[in-house]
């Protein structure tokens, strides 16, 4: 007799829980952990009750910040959950997630439907390959309807859904689902939270054959052996369409929908089934590629092959820094070493933990599938590679979002200076999304993130976290000025004698406009008969470019201009290298003051990809901006319009062009250069 193996990989789900702001992740999430015995209290959202929003900011605002993982067993399988942020300021977070998960569920709010960041998270799974199932969420609410919520994913997301449930009731009177494959009805009585099986009522039973005959017709449609059972039978056994739709899923060709309402505790158990079902495990997704010198390779998902890992999230908790890894291959002990092998450093790991939020279970191993978290990594960062030192190999990276917005931050005492700089780095480990740098013409320190809600977040961690006050301004726009008009046969007398060795210096020198060159400045000489030395001409040189530091129309730098050193004259005793520097800075000085000259702002070149019904809003925004649109095109039902738009005019966009396109609006931006400035912001700036 033939023993038939299990593969242990098999009984893992590595999943996520994407969806919009409020569609009901983290409560679905709780009710998860509450059906499969993990937790024995349920968690509000409200009330800030819930196991995975259990930081202090994200139960005072109400919504999920960072992403937390949990784990919980099913039906003796172990899923691995993690439940991801829906504000659009954090999809960076949810796309460090999808890197390393293998199967999501996309929850959708019954009455709103798709909104504009299910279209987001539903993009950035697509890109990573990561099969879906869908739960029609809040189907107790006024106004829920599953058929409405159906036909935007298939119009919004050009996805085939396969609804394999029917609501029994609508919005108050919700109380339970069929189910369209085993043809049998599953209720709830709102005095527990066990539910019943039992015959479909008969209001229903026509209504649920029809459905079953339309899921029947559109598996068929898709999937050539239940065409075939379909054509031969002229219908499809449970078990056929159960093969069916899994195979679908994990192909994408078709998106399960199931329904429920999470808040009221009704259809979590199905879900879990269906996640069972239809999402693939570590064994059913393709062997993780990596390079070694140029060279592809791959790690089968096998707990005996070389340690493969990637890091995908760290976090620095009271516990000590915890760094989130899924395990690709091999098996990862307590005490072993791992290697970077981009940095070819090697690392120590001190303790292996099964995370549950912010609790923690310690264990012995991880192997190729698991989740978990480890402590002792003092310089992994988010998508780092991990492996065996005897079998290096490094694994892609998650790609990290550019920031859009920026602002200022200063420590409020200058004791706290230092404070504020570390405190800065540990964000940056924590969030690759946020950017630290210093402007090195105003001096000043700027953090740049995706939206203004994720710089606020990340400037209330620092005040909350690492006790430093904070002074947050917008960031200056860095101007220049620029000659127009010059003069020329400019003289300037540099004479000082006060004691000992004088100072002697006289120049002549043209300006003029620099155009056609891609230089910002050019100095050249035209003196003859030696009547200014060539390390005198050097120096004045040095001294014209110390004088573009600050122009006359505003403390500026000066760029696109030409001085040319046309004469001078020296003192036998009094003229120095030093003279002639002083007389170059203060002589270009004077004679820029003599010049005409404008004020020239930043440009950046915008690229805005928008839904084509907000063209009209976005257009009228872009020239509210002083933006000049160079080019319009369509594709796919939106359009991307490129627009030259000045920097100041930028800050802020982001929040404006997410409410004018219901979120659903993304834009680029890179430096086009300088441009005149108008003459009234030109004024205005003048006036501070």
């Known amino acids: 007799m033939r023993t038939h193996l299990v593969n242990p990989l098999s009984t893992v789900r590595n999943i996520g829980i994407l969806a919009h702001v409020d569609a009901g992740k983290t409560t679905l999430t709780e009710r998860v952990l509450f059906a499969t015995g993990t937790i024995h209290k349920r968690g509000e959202v409200h009330d800030g009750t819930t196991v995975t929003d259990f930081d202090a900011q994200e139960r005072a605002r109400g919504i999920t910040i960072f992403a937390a993982a949990v784990s919980c067993t099913w039906d003796g399988h172990r899923v691995n959950l993690i439940d991801t942020p829906g504000h659009v300021d954090f999809s960076d977070e949810v796309e460090r997630s999808l890197r390393v998960l293998d199967g999501?569920?996309?929850?959708?709010?019954?009455?709103?439907?798709?909104?504009?960041?299910?279209?987001?998270?539903?993009?950035?799974?697509?890109?990573?390959?990561?099969?879906?199932?869908?739960?029609?969420?809040?189907?107790?609410?006024?106004?829920?309807?599953l058929d409405r919520a159906v036909a935007s994913i298939r119009d919004r997301l050009g996805a085939v859904p396969l609804v394999v449930q029917l609501p029994i009731g609508g919005e108050s009177g919700f109380t339970g689902l069929v189910d369209l494959l085993r043809m049998e009805a599953l209720t709830w009585d709102g005095t527990s939270d066990a539910h019943t099986v039992g015959a479909v009522p008969p209001e229903l039973r026509e209504e649920a054959g029809r459905r079953r005959r339309l899921l029947e017709e559109t598996v068929a449609g898709l999937h050539p052996a239940a065409l075939e059972e379909f054509c031969t039978a002229g219908t499809l056994t449970a078990g056929t369409l159960s093969t069916a739709l899994r195979e679908l899923t994990l192909s994408g060709d078709g998106v399960v929908v199931l329904c429920g309402s999470a808040y009221k505790n009704r259809g979590v158990e199905p879900l879990l089934d269906a996640v069972l079902a239809y999402l693939p495990s570590?064994?059913?997704?393709?062997?993780?590629?990596?390079?070694?010198?140029?060279?592809?390779?791959?790690?089968?998902?096998?707990?005996?092959?070389?340690?493969?890992?990637?890091?995908?999230k760290v976090a620095a908790t009271p516990t000590g820094r915890l760094t989130y890894v899924r395990v690709y291959a091999g098996t990862l002990r307590k005490g072993e070493s791992v290697l970077d092998p981009v940095t070819g450093r090697t690392?120590?790991?001190?303790?292996?933990?099964?995370?549950?939020?912010?609790?923690?279970?310690?264990?012995?191993?991880?192997?190729?599938?698991?989740?978990?978290?480890?402590?002792?990594?003092?310089?992994?960062?988010?998508?780092?590679?991990?492996c065996a030192p005897s079998a290096p190999l490094v694994l892609e990276p998650p790609s990290a979002a550019e920031p859009v917005v920026s602002v200022a931050v200063e420590a409020r005492r200058s004791t706290d200076t230092g404070r504020l700089a570390s405190a800065l780095a540990h964000l940056m480990e924590e969030d690759p999304s946020l950017v630290v740098r210093t402007d090195g013409e105003t001096g000043q320190t700027l953090l740049s993130g995706m939206g203004e809600l994720h710089l606020e977040v990340a400037v209330e961690k620092i005040r909350r976290d690492r006790g430093v006050e904070v002074t947050v301004g917008r960031p200056q726009v860095s101007y220049r000025e620029t000659v127009v008009r010059g003069v020329a046969g400019f003289v300037h007398r540099h004479v000082k004698q006060d004691g000992g060795a004088g100072q002697f210096a006289h120049i002549v020198l043209d300006v003029e406009p620099l155009t056609g060159e891609e230089e910002t400045f050019v100095f050249r000489s035209t003196v003859t008969g030696g009547?200014?030395?060539?390390?005198?001409?050097?120096?004045?040189?040095?001294?014209?470019?110390?004088?573009?530091?600050?122009?006359?129309?505003?403390?500026?730098?000066?760029t696109g201009l030409r001085v040319t050193l046309t004469d001078g004259a020296t003192h036998t005793k009094d003229s120095s290298e030093m003279a002639f520097r002083a007389a170059g800075r203060f002589g270009l000085r004077e004679a820029l003051r003599a010049s005409t000259l404008e004020l020239l702002e930043p440009v950046a070149e915008v690229t805005v990809t928008v839904p084509e019904d907000a063209v009209g809003g976005v257009l009228g925004d872009l020239?509210?901006?002083?933006?000049?649109?160079?080019?319009?095109?369509?594709?796919?039902?939106?359009?991307?319009?490129?627009?030259?738009?000045?920097l100041a005019e930028l800050f802020g966009y982001a929040s404006r062009l997410r409410s004018r396109t219901q979120g659903r609006g993304t834009f680029t931006t890179r430096p086009s250069g300088l441009a005149p400035a108008p003459a009234a912001v030109a004024a205005e700036l003048l006036k501070r």
């Open 347 to 386: 690392e120590r790991i001190g303790r292996i933990l099964r995370v549950q939020a912010d609790r923690h279970q310690e264990r012995e191993e991880a192997v190729a599938g698991d989740i978990v978290a480890v402590i002792g990594l003092k310089s992994a960062r988010a998508g780092t590679t991990l």
């Open 282 to 312: 570590p064994a059913d997704v393709p062997p993780v590629r990596g390079t070694l010198a140029e060279t592809e390779q791959e790690r089968e998902a096998d707990p005996s092959a070389p340690f493969t890992a990637l890091a995908f």
């Open 104 to 145: 999501a569920v996309a929850v959708f709010d019954a009455v709103a439907g798709v909104e504009p960041q299910s279209e987001s998270v539903w993009r950035q799974a697509d890109r990573h390959g990561v099969p879906r199932i869908a739960f029609v969420n809040k189907l107790d609410r006024a106004g829920a309807d």
């Open 531 to 558: 009547r200014v030395p060539q390390e005198f001409v050097r120096a004045v040189e040095a001294g014209c470019r110390d004088a573009l530091a600050e122009g006359p129309l505003g403390g500026h730098p000066v």
């Open 623 to 646: 020239a509210s901006r002083r933006g000049r649109v160079s080019g319009s095109t369509s594709r796919s039902g939106t359009s991307v319009i490129t627009a030259e738009v000045p």
